[in-house]
């Protein structure tokens, strides 16, 4: 008897060391190698960038807040967090990570992908969103998205004027 309670407690010890303890620390950026998980764009700019810690230490990256909420309405985000998760965002102000589902938001910052949200860790009248509150306004179209686009089409037609601008086949780059 006492030789099978020794064998159980070896096997119950080795089970225990397999588990694996996830760290959800947020990670530096490899901006030779990190791109968005959606947009598939590199990631440039820590004061908007985002990233995704799942329960088995698996890591998505966002350029922008809105490329995580089109994750979350669209993608598989729910499925792929799991049960326990962490998300950062790189504070507006400081490029410093901060928690994503605490922070503020702004409205009106010129964001990687357009959405125009900046992320801060202390409420101001400035920045008045919550977390939840912001995936919902993008959902609901509140975003920047329409002037970025138009912006960025001018920009590769050339109709801005800087550099002669991106030459767009007839019918393409809003021409």
Request: aromatic share 12%; hydrophobic share 30%.
């Amino acid at each position: 008897m006492k030789k099978i309670a020794i064998i159980l407690g070896f096997i119950l010890l080795g089970l225990n060391s397999c588990k694996h303890e996830v760290n959800f620390e947020p990670r530096p950026i490899n901006y030779d190698r990190d791109v968005c998980f959606v947009c598939k764009m590199g990631l440039d700019n820590p004061k908007y960038n985002l990233q995704a810690i799942n329960e088995k230490g698996e890591i998505r990256w966002y350029d922008d807040i809105g490329c995580l909420a089109e994750d979350i309405r669209d993608g598989d985000f729910n499925q792929w967090k799991g049960n326990k998760y962490k998300i950062w965002i790189g504070d507006a102000d400081t490029g410093k990570w901060i928690d994503a589902e605490k922070a503020w938001y702004r409205f009106g910052d010129d964001t990687p992908m357009g959405y125009g949200y900046g992320a801060v860790k202390e409420k101001s009248s400035n920045a008045k969103y919550d977390f939840k509150t912001v995936l919902q306004r993008i959902d609901e179209g509140k975003t920047k998205r329409a002037e970025f686009i138009k912006k960025k089409k001018m920009s590769m037609s050339g109709k801005d004027g800087k550099n002669g601008g991106m030459k767009c086949a007839p019918g393409k780059c809003g021409q």
